[in-house]
Antibody, heavy 118, light 106 residues
């Protein structure tokens, strides 16, 4: 079945970096993009950015420009999201989602909790 | 960036009720709008895309309408499993989500 499986929970100190993985299965990885979405505790959804699994093109949310990098490894059908210079307000559940561009995000990973604390 | 607002922020309803949620965009986005349902501790679930197209497997009691700057999500007869938070998302440019509407049991 079509699924996205994310890496496990992370605890980081302020100023550190985190890299979350998202392994796809059950579909042709390069036929879709991957978006990353995060949700702070008790808050709404925040779109972080998108990467084309076909050619690696990216589009990042303006507020995260310079701190976030999204990559893919087509040999393992895995997408990665790295966030640098972590702050306490980066504490959130991070989701990857299969992005059908203007037809919405139809498959989601289970979420990865990232906690930033000194 | 395109901003989305949703109303109401919170809605208390009973099983069987007809429920309507509104999403407004700060500028025209044609029909590039999706709706998601999220339950506590779970990933969001895509309900509707292109403003009115029902995602495969989603019950027909869910429907969407609108274009330009004003959109609605309607649940024709609320079921126990529909109590959740609903988000709209614009798919036109630099994707953004609305703030959410929590549907609770009256």
């Amino acid at each position: 079945q079509v699924q996205l499986v994310q890496s496990g929970a992370e605890v980081k100190k302020p100023g550190a970096s985190v890299k979350v993985s998202c392994k796809a299965s059950g579909y042709t990885f390069t036929s879709y993009g991957i978006s990353w979405v995060r949700q702070a505790p008790g808050q709404g959804l925040e779109w972080m950015g998108w990467i084309s699994a076909y050619n690696g093109n990216t589009n990042y949310a303006q507020k995260l420009q310079g701190r976030v990098t999204m990559t893919t490894d087509t040999s393992t059908s895995t997408a990665y999201m790295e966030l640098r210079s972590l702050r306490s307000d980066d504490t959130a559940v991070y989701y990857c989602a299969r992005d059908r561009t203007r037809r919405g995000m139809d498959v989601w990973g289970q979420g990865t909790t990232v906690t930033v604390s000194s | 960036d395109i901003q989305l607002t949703q109303s109401p922020s919170f809605l208390s309803a009973s099983v069987g009720d007809r429920v309507t949620i509104t999403c407004r965009a700060s500028q025209g986005i044609s029909s590039y709008l999706a709706w998601y349902q999220q339950k506590p501790g779970k990933a969001p679930k895509l309900l509707i895309y292109a403003a009115s197209t029902l995602q495969s497997g989603v019950p027909s009691r869910f429907s969407g309408s609108g274009s330009g700057t004003e959109f609605t999500l309607t649940i024709s007869s609320l079921q126990p499993e529909d109590f959740a938070t609903y988000y709209c998302q614009q798919l036109n440019s630099y994707l953004t989500f609305g703030p959410g509407t929590k549907v609770d049991i009256k």
